[in-house]
């Protein structure tokens, strides 16, 4: 019996191990199962995750793309508006030469053509904008007198300083230099011995100067570490254009060459053709004598502060607007059209004023002349100003 209870007792004791054990292994299962469980669920929100940022992704670069592919549309869009508000422009310009038989200032009411037709974009979030200017209320380049210019030159240089006239003298004949065809230096100048030893290397065109970015390349007028006293008038040391050059822009042209319109030049354009006379500029700009004073802008060259200044200038000037510069803007949020146009009657056209040179324009065309455009295109551009 002492062994059975041993026995027994042996096989109790080795059941309750056994339950014991097995009830431990449960537990660590479960353990392991949630365990486990947690790792995949950390592996599909990683997985979520990164699907998310690659389907943003791809739709950022879908939406990029499409923007892209549409944006020949939407140019070709704001491209029929800039042209549209052009027709309108000429349309106004034409009235007025119709009931006012000749223009002289932005005054008479042509200036702002969107006002006086009061004509709106016809698609919304569409904006336009127009500015007109008188191209024939600036100098002919070609045909300004070397006084002139190197009085011009020099007034640009002394700043505020005093003027001596002979700083003038080398711009002018970096000028000469660069449109003649020989290779003789003048005094102050520099032929193409003198830009060959530049960096980038290059040679004078010889040829008129035909639009101001020019300058930038003329001995003088660009910044020149070599030289820092005696250049720069137009281009400062970063490559910025100076006022000097805004103030000559405004007040030449490289298309007109009749008779400068008084009415439209800039205040730098008249103030350097008084030259000194500082109260002759302020009666040019109160307008017309009190006796004869029929608007505010000058309609006659026979007024007495007029025919001061044509003595005093040398310059050929009249009150007549024939020639337009159009610079349009076509607005859609960011995206924009631009159009710059220089517009200008049959007379007014570089070289119309003289026999020989009206040899060498060119002809209306035959759709130009059916549709019997009012004014001639002299020049045109598309979103940038390429004109001068």
């Not at 292994?25 to 929100?45: D, Q, T």
């Not at 979520?48 to 739709?59: D, E, N, P």
């Not at 003027?163 to 100048?189: H, K, L, S």
């Not at 040179?357 to 060119?362: E, F, L, Q, V």
Request: glycine content about 8%; proline content about 4%.
């Amino acid at each position: 019996m002492g062994g059975r209870r041993l026995g027994t007792y042996h096989y109790l004791g080795s059941r309750k191990n056994r339950t014991q054990r097995a009830g431990g292994g449960f537990f660590l299962k479960k353990e392991k199962n949630r365990a486990k469980a947690g790792s995949i669920l950390i592996f599909v929100l990683v997985l979520i995750l990164l699907i998310s940022v690659i389907a943003t992704r791809l739709m950022q670069e879908t939406i990029q793309e499409m923007r892209y592919v549409s944006q020949q549309h939407f140019r070709d869009n704001l491209r029929i508006h800039a042209y549209s508000v052009l027709d309108l422009t000429v349309g106004v310009l034409n009235e007025f030469f119709m009931i006012e038989r000749t223009l002289y200032s932005p005054d008479q009411g042509w200036g702002d053509p969107l006002k006086y037709a009061e004509i709106l974009p016809f698609e919304p979030n569409v904006s336009w904008k127009v500015k007109i200017t008188d191209e024939s209320g600036k100098v002919p380049f070609a045909s300004t007198r070397e006084k002139d210019m190197i009085n011009l030159f020099a007034s640009m240089f002394a700043g505020e300083s005093l003027v001596d006239e002979d700083d003038g003298q080398p711009f002018y004949d970096a000028i000469m230099d660069w449109q003649d065809a020989d290779d003789e230096d003048r005094d102050e100048g520099a032929e193409d011995d003198y830009y060959e030893d530049l960096d980038p290397p290059y040679f004078t065109p010889g040829k008129k100067i035909e639009n101001f970015e020019e300058f930038r390349m003329i001995k003088g007028f660009a910044f020149d570490y070599d030289d820092p006293d005696n250049t720069g008038i137009f281009y400062e040391e970063d490559g910025r254009e100076t006022e000097n050059l805004l103030n000559f822009r405004n007040s030449f042209t490289f298309f007109h060459d009749g008779a400068v319109n008084v009415n439209g030049a800039s205040d730098f354009l008249l103030r350097f053709l008084c030259g000194e006379d500082e109260d002759l500029f302020e009666e040019l700009k109160s307008g017309p004598s009190s006796y004869s004073k029929e608007s505010s802008f000058f309609m006659s060259m026979n007024d007495p502060a007029l025919g001061q200044l044509a003595q005093k200038s040398g310059i050929k000037l009249g009150t007549v607007a024939s020639m337009f510069r159009i610079e349009i803007t076509v607005s859609r949020g960011k995206a924009n059209f631009q159009l710059h146009v220089i517009l200008g009657r049959d007379r007014a056209i570089p070289g119309a004023n003289s026999a020989e040179s009206r040899k060498n324009i060119k002809p209306i065309s035959p759709q130009n002349q059916k549709i019997k455009y009012p004014l001639r295109v002299i020049s045109l551009r598309e979103n940038e100003n390429l004109i001068d």
